[in-house]
């Protein structure tokens, strides 16, 4: 800081003056950095224009986070002002205006000596955005991401397409929170069509995660399957809408019974998401439906899961489950339903835990052949709680049938005899298993591969003109050995002649 600046925060200054000096301050990007980034990031934006490069505007929009606890209406505006001028496009124009009056500030005269380009336009109102979510203004928000959306059909560039998906993510934000999230799903879907016929594929991917969101919201889950079934998810997505996407298609499989994909895409959706604090209510809420899933796949969860310290406690209920399932105790099973009940509602997982009450019984019933080579109906009925023994023989009858246990029951008799354990690894179990690896290790080398940087083809041209000049180089070599040689040949023939 310097003297003079000392000087004039020591001079008594009347609260009007304060406020002035205070807005100063936070203009100049002193003491309050956002004016500081918003104009780095308006450089960054127009360098991306320039070059049509993408990198440029992810690079802008990297540093909201941080920018997003410093905004203040009046710098919004006064960037916005910034921006506005005669030569504006009529929507860029609009737009401008319409951000200034929901930030409650009054629109100011045109300063800008060309037109704004709608990059910059889009990242402006995006903290506008920004601002009237932190500060409960929905209904406002709701108002200015509608006109944003009008906005976007007519500009369809390249650079454009990180901006579209962050609007539309806060478009779809403001239409759950005031509670009408159905009238947003019009707009998503025409949305998703022309992002397709532009193949802008960063927006693309975030309309369909908000699809499935809003599919999700209101239980439509076959329309949510025929969505996923109809289209493709762009394979170069951000890692962070790609576990997004992973974990609602996860979630709508294991509604429609499809265990094994709905594991598979669990598992991958907790793999790409980062393992930070920052992600732990996302990596929470994947990890419940998976251990569910798990379950009724008639697998136990690790024990180390659930001794991830940001799990540990969220999924407490879960391990409780997860025992119960273990030992096959159904009593122990409907308390802890019981128990957890508003919380399996919370979490929208009670009607796959409702399911879990025939896979307690197979475990108990796979527990007790592995026990028993020979055990009665009604032992079967008092061990399991269940009603009756003709309920215990179509249980046991059901679980021969499935696999679950290798056995025979004696109807006359009334008991169940197990035949004999054999060795797993004289089965093709192992194989499958060594299979599932590998094409886990490929999946992963692809991966990477695909998530590599690669140079452009300028250095092409310098190629080929340096292998020009090396074939140019050998063609003259080879035409001055000749002519030493056809100079040679003269010589000989002259001394020939001579002699």
Do not use: W
């Not at 024990?303 to 489950?321: A, D, H, V, W």
């Amino acid at each position: 800081m310097s003297n003079s600046e000392n000087i004039t925060m020591d001079v008594e200054l009347t609260p009007e003056q304060k406020q002035a000096e205070v807005r100063r301050i936070l203009l100049e990007g002193k003491y309050y950095p956002a004016g500081h980034y918003i104009a780095r990031n308006i450089r960054l934006l127009e360098r991306g224009i320039a070059a049509a490069e993408v990198h440029y505007i992810h690079r802008a929009l990297r540093t909201i986070s941080s920018i997003r606890k410093r905004l203040d209406p009046e710098v919004i505006a006064e960037s916005l002002a910034a921006y506005s001028s005669a030569s504006n496009a009529q929507n860029v124009a609009e737009c401008l205006a319409y951000a200034a009056n929901m930030l409650e500030q009054k629109p100011a005269e045109g300063q800008a000596t060309k037109a704004c380009e709608p990059e910059i336009c889009l990242y402006l109102c995006l903290l506008a955005q920004l601002y009237l979510l932190d500060n409960d203004k929905h209904d406002k928000g709701a108002e200015l991401s509608k006109v944003l959306v009008g906005m976007l059909s007519s500009s369809p560039r390249r650079t454009v397409d990180p901006l579209v998906s962050r609007v539309f993510f806060y478009f779809s934000r403001f239409y759950e929170v005031i509670g009408c999230l159905s009238d947003a799903r019009p707009t998503l879907l025409q949305a998703l069509q022309a992002a397709t016929l532009a193949n802008m594929k960063e927006s693309k991917a975030m309309l369909l995660t908000l699809l499935l969101r809003n599919y999700l919201h209101y239980k439509l889950y076959d329309q949510a399957e025929r969505l996923t079934v109809k289209t493709s998810f762009p394979s170069d997505a951000p890692n962070n809408l790609l576990a997004r996407y992973l974990y609602y298609v996860g979630r709508i499989e294991a509604i429609q019974l499809n265990y094994s994909q709905a594991q598979m895409h669990l598992l991958e959706a907790t793999r790409k998401a980062p393992s930070n604090v920052a992600t732990a209510g996302f990596q929470q809420t994947v990890h419940k439906i998976y251990v569910i899933v798990e379950l009724l796949m008639g697998n136990i969860p690790e024990r180390s899961l659930f001794r991830i310290p940001t799990l540990r406690k969220p999924l407490q209920p879960y391990l409780e489950l997860t025992q119960a399932v273990r030992v096959g105790d159904l009593n122990k099973f409907q308390e802890v339903v019981a128990r957890h009940r508003s919380r399996f509602l919370n979490d929208q997982v009670l009607i796959l835990i409702q399911r879990l009450r025939h896979n307690v019984i197979k475990a108990g019933i796979r527990s007790i052949s592995i026990a028993y080579s020979r055990i009665s109906l009604r032992d079967i009925c008092l061990k399991l709680h269940l009603d009756s023994e003709e309920d215990a023989e179509y249980i046991v009858a059901k679980a021969i049938r499935d696999g679950v246990i290798d056995a025979t029951i004696d109807h006359e008799k009334g008991f169940v005899k197990s035949a004999e354990v054999h060795n797993v690894y004289g089965t093709s179990d192992p194989q499958h298993a060594f299979d599932r690896r590998i094409t886990f290790c490929l999946n992963i080398y692809n991966d990477s591969v695909k998530s590599m940087r690669y140079p452009g083809s300028d250095h092409r041209k310098e190629l080929a003109y340096m292998n020009e000049a090396i074939r140019r180089e050998r063609e003259l070599a080879q035409e001055l050995e000749d002519d030493d040689y056809d100079d040679d040949s003269d010589e000989e023939n002259a001394m020939d002649e001579d002699l």
